[in-house]
């Protein structure tokens, strides 16, 4: 069974830096792309940035280039989000995603999520 | 304002049918296939059609997509209760600079 389990959330200040990580089983995790998803209280989906499955390629929302970086550990079958620079409207819960492929797929499945706030 | 367009929210009887439309542009839904996605109260999103009209293992036949021209639209028939959710459509979308992954705003559905 494919399982994606997120931890490193939690409070920050403004300005402040989280680092997000994302377990990975059950798949071959080196083959296929993965991605970070964020919802913010009471808002839609947002697509935060995506990895390829080599970590060769990566890509970011406008709302955070410059700011989060993704990258990936094969060999600890883990995925990770540094983020830097969090302002307020950062807040969210932030889903680790497996893509399909290894690019231009679609996301199945998705992990439980992990709140970030960013609040003084 | 998201990139790819959904109705804020639909609503039916249980036991009828509903549709859910996401409208888009020649540099997404166009030119790519659509994935749509259930999220459930308090949980996350689930897979629900990938490439436009295909259902992973487990989603009942109720559920349907189709895709023409810039738009797809998510089909559900014999509504129950248990169908209450938020959906999103999803697509890559081949920006001026980079091609990145679109969703639409999401639609609620309310089983009345």
């Known amino acids: 069974e494919v399982q994606l389990v997120e931890s490193g959330g939690g409070l920050v200040q403004p300005g402040g830096s989280l680092r997000l990580s994302c377990s990975a089983s059950g798949f071959t995790f080196s083959s296929y792309a993965m991605h970070w998803v964020r919802q913010a209280p009471g808002k839609g989906l947002e697509h935060v940035s995506g990895i390829s499955s080599n970590g060769g390629s990566t890509n970011y929302a406008d709302s955070v280039k410059g700011r989060f970086t993704i990258s990936r550990d094969n060999s600890k079958n883990t995925l990770y989000l540094q983020m830097s620079s969090l302002r307020a409207e950062d807040t969210a819960v932030y889903y680790c995603?497996?893509?399909?492929?290894?690019?231009?797929?679609?996301?199945?499945?998705w992990g439980q999520g992990t709140l970030v706030t960013v609040s003084s | 304002q998201s990139v790819l367009t959904q109705p804020p929210s639909v609503s039916a009887a249980p036991g009828q049918k509903v549709t859910i439309s996401c409208s888009g542009s020649?540099?997404?839904?166009?030119?790519?296939?659509v994935s749509w996605y259930q999220q459930l109260p308090g949980t996350a999103p689930k897979l629900l059609i990938y490439e436009n009209n295909k259902r992973p293992s487990g989603i009942p036949d109720r559920f349907s997509g189709s895709k023409s021209g810039t738009s797809a639209t998510l089909g559900i028939t014999g509504l129950q209760t248990g169908d209450e959710a938020d959906y999103y459509c999803g697509t890559w979308d081949s920006g001026l600079s980079a091609v990145l992954w679109v969703f639409g705003g999401g639609t609620k559905l309310t089983v009345l």
């Open positions: 020649s540099s997404n839904i166009g030119n790519n296939y």
């Open positions: 995603v497996k893509e399909s492929s290894g690019w231009y797929g679609w996301f199945d499945p």
